[in-house]
């Protein structure tokens, strides 16, 4: 098996087209046109460093908005629950049972009321959360769609492009389609 030969330099400047706008300055790409090919580029850049960012922000409304729901609203209000406990006849038979689950939807009724406070800062950090990751703008997929117009870019030019504006290298996915067939040879070449 031979490797892949690697692009070279006029390759991957070709297959780059409008995002050679790289090149430009770091003055020109943080103060271009967001319309132009450079505010384009510089886009990209802006989304692959905010990465880790939005991740975090990402993964922090996730927490959130589980511990919200685990604050979930009781089913009625404690003043009806208590008129049920009230009404209750003392010489039933089930009147333990059926005093200790109304005590115990009382108690979680009486809670909830308790944690309206804790909730309404549940819900201002859910949105602060929110307003913080819309600011972000674009993905670096969508940053990266809108640069290339839809094209799909070579893990060669991606990471040439990284280079250009001194990102790390782009994290390169196996493709699990050109596996296959390299073990398929392997094995085809042992029996042999």
């Known amino acids: 098996l031979r490797p892949k030969p690697r692009k070279g ?14 090149h430009a300055s ?16 510089s886009a990209y850049k802006t989304a692959v460093e905010n990465e ?27 003043a009806e629950i208590q008129a049920d406990i009230d009404a209750l006849d003392p010489e039933s038979e089930t ?14 009724a009486n809670a909830y009321e308790d944690q309206q406070a804790g909730i ?11 307003e913080e990751l819309a600011a972000l703008g674009l ?6 769609e809108a640069a290339t117009g839809g094209r799909e870019l070579s893990p060669e030019a991606l990471a040439e492009l990284h280079n250009l504006l001194g990102l790390e290298p782009p994290v390169e996915e196996a493709l699990e389609g ?14 042999e």
């Open 139 to 144: 993905t670096p997929e969508e940053a990266l």
């Open 178 to 191: 050109e596996e296959a067939p390299v073990e398929e040879e392997e094995v085809a070449e042992a029996a």
């Open 9 to 22: 330099r006029g390759a991957l400047a070709s297959e780059l087209k409008g995002l050679n706008a790289a």
């Open 120 to 130: 309404a800062a549940l819900e201002d950090e859910i949105l602060s959360k929110e």
């Open 52 to 78: 880790d960012l939005r991740n975090t922000l990402e993964e922090d409304l996730l927490a959130l908005q589980d511990e919200l729901d685990a604050l979930t609203a009781p089913g009625r209000d404690p």
């Open 95 to 108: 009147y333990a049972d059926d005093l200790a689950a109304l005590q115990g939807e009382l108690d979680n």
């Open 26 to 41: 770091p003055n020109a790409l943080a103060n271009a046109n967001p319309n132009s090919m450079v505010g384009k580029v």
